[in-house]
């Protein structure tokens, strides 16, 4: 797991801004900001924030739905154009989305036979009998009975819906697949049915996974590396033990200290009355500064770099870390 299969340099995403007629400037919202990521090899990341964070839209960008305002995307070293057709159809073969509802992601007119076979007809170019052996491969796989291919989305379960919507993702036989809440949709017991599957599936085609989602136990059952995210942008990242054990951002201990536990009160520490960064004007320094009860003068000037603290493998953007002393805080804003 240490070759990095996918990176993401100075990744910005802004939806509208721009001119008006007169050359007036219109504001844009700032949902990724400068975001920088590598995905190494065989690894599940798990990526993990509020709402509105920027997680689906980074997904997005990395799949070729949407493309980047600026920065670029690497794939094995190779920069991404994703507004190539001939790149974004290079793209569709290698990674893959799997979508947060399972049953409004296919298309309602179509056959579950006719929505496999769409990708192996128009990114491998199968022909009929190799689609027929793709096709019960991929049933196999995910444990659906043959003759589920010609019935309808409607037909199916919600846990149903979401074990099609992998095969589909998997029928372009992809090195990396983008799970975007693959799970939040579903009953708890059927949660654990396609986590498990998810596991097998990637032990078995040796894939990649890039995992969304706002459940932290899920995240932590699943992942090799965490990265959490606030407004747009990376403010932890770490091995996965690492940060279920000690947290070092401020924001990401709020998540943690927010997980619902019988007999608990609520969240200590924060001001209720802290107002969201606004999105068409995000702020010079820290976006998490009004709602942090450690937030200093610095944090409000100037956005802390994402750093190593303590442990090199374990990097936070933060001037006054988690459970770090004064002289470790220092160390960490002078690198």
Same mark, same amino acid.
């Given at each position: 797991?240490?070759?990095?299969?996918?990176?993401?340099?100075?990744?910005v995403?802004?939806?509208?801004?721009?001119?008006?007629?007169?050359?007036?400037?219109?504001?844009?919202?700032?949902?990724?900001?400068?975001m920088?990521?590598?995905?190494?090899?065989?690894?599940?990341?798990?990526?993990?924030?509020? !709402?509105?964070?920027?997680?689906?839209?980074?997904?997005?960008?990395?799949?070729?739905?949407?493309?980047?305002?600026?920065?670029?995307?690497?794939l094995?070293?190779?920069?991404?154009?994703?507004?190539?057709?001939?790149?974004?159809h290079?793209?569709?073969?290698?990674?893959?989305?799997?979508?947060?509802?399972?049953?409004? !992601?296919?298309?309602?007119?179509?056959?579950?036979?006719?929505?496999l076979?769409?990708? *192996?007809?128009?990114?491998?170019?199968?022909?009929?009998?190799?689609?027929?052996?793709?096709?019960?491969?991929?049933?196999?796989?995910?444990?659906?009975r043959?003759?589920?291919?010609?019935?309808?989305?409607?037909?199916?379960?919600?846990?149903?819906?979401?074990?099609i919507?992998?095969?589909?993702?998997?029928?372009?036989?992809?090195?990396?697949?983008?799970?975007?809440?693959?799970?939040?949709?579903?009953?708890?017991?059927v949660?654990?049915?396609?986590?498990?599957?998810?596991?097998?599936?990637?032990?078995?085609? $040796?894939?990649?996974?890039?995992?969304?989602?706002?459940?932290? !136990?899920?995240?932590e059952?699943?992942?090799d590396?965490?990265?959490?995210?606030?407004?747009?942008?990376?403010?932890?990242?770490?091995?996965?033990?690492?940060?279920?054990?000690?947290?070092?951002?401020?924001?990401?201990?709020?998540?943690?200290? !927010?997980?619902?536990?019988?007999?608990?009160?609520?969240?200590?520490?924060?001001? $209720?009355l802290?107002?969201?960064?606004?999105?068409?004007?995000?702020?010079?320094?820290?976006?998490?500064?009004?709602?942090?009860?450690?937030?200093?003068?610095?944090?409000?000037e100037? *956005?802390?770099?994402?750093?190593?603290?303590?442990?090199?493998?374990?990097?936070?953007?933060?001037?006054?870390?988690?459970?770090?002393?004064?002289?470790?805080?220092?160390?960490?804003?002078?690198?």
């Amino acid at each position: 797991m240490d070759a990095t299969i996918l990176e993401a340099k100075q990744l910005v995403r802004t939806f509208g801004g721009g001119r008006t007629l007169f050359g007036r400037e219109k504001p844009g919202v700032h949902a990724v900001r400068e975001m920088e990521l590598q995905v190494r090899r065989g690894e599940t990341l798990g990526i993990v924030g509020e !709402s509105g964070c920027g997680k689906s839209t980074l997904a997005r960008m990395l799949v070729g739905l949407d493309s980047p305002t600026s920065g670029d995307i690497y794939l094995e070293g190779a920069a991404m154009d994703t507004q190539s057709a001939r790149q974004r159809h290079d793209l569709a073969k290698r990674i893959q989305y799997v979508f947060q509802d399972p049953v409004s !992601s296919l298309n309602p007119r179509k056959t579950i036979r006719a929505s496999l076979e769409a990708p *192996m007809i128009h990114l491998l170019g199968l022909d009929r009998d190799a689609r027929r052996r793709r096709l019960d491969e991929l049933m196999d796989a995910v444990n659906l009975r043959p003759e589920f291919l010609d019935r309808y989305p409607h037909e199916f379960s919600g846990g149903q819906a979401q074990r099609i919507g992998i095969a589909r993702a998997l029928a372009a036989q992809p090195e990396i697949l983008v799970l975007d809440e693959p799970v939040s949709a579903l009953d708890v017991s059927v949660q654990a049915q396609v986590l498990n599957l998810l596991a097998d599936l990637k032990d078995k085609y $040796g894939l990649t996974y890039i995992f969304i989602s706002h459940d932290l !136990s899920v995240v932590e059952a699943v992942s090799d590396r965490v990265m959490v995210m606030y407004f747009g942008s990376v403010v932890e990242l770490a091995e996965s033990e690492s940060l279920f054990r000690q947290p070092r951002h401020q924001y990401t201990k709020l998540l943690f200290d !927010s997980v619902p536990l019988p007999g608990k009160r609520g969240v200590r520490g924060e001001d $209720g009355l802290a107002e969201l960064p606004d999105p068409l004007n995000p702020p010079k320094g820290c976006a998490f500064a009004p709602r942090c009860a450690e937030a200093s003068q610095q944090c409000r000037e100037a *956005m802390p770099p994402l750093n190593p603290v303590v442990d090199i493998q374990h990097y936070t953007a933060c001037y006054h870390p988690v459970g770090t002393g004064p002289q470790e805080s220092q160390n960490t804003r002078d690198q």
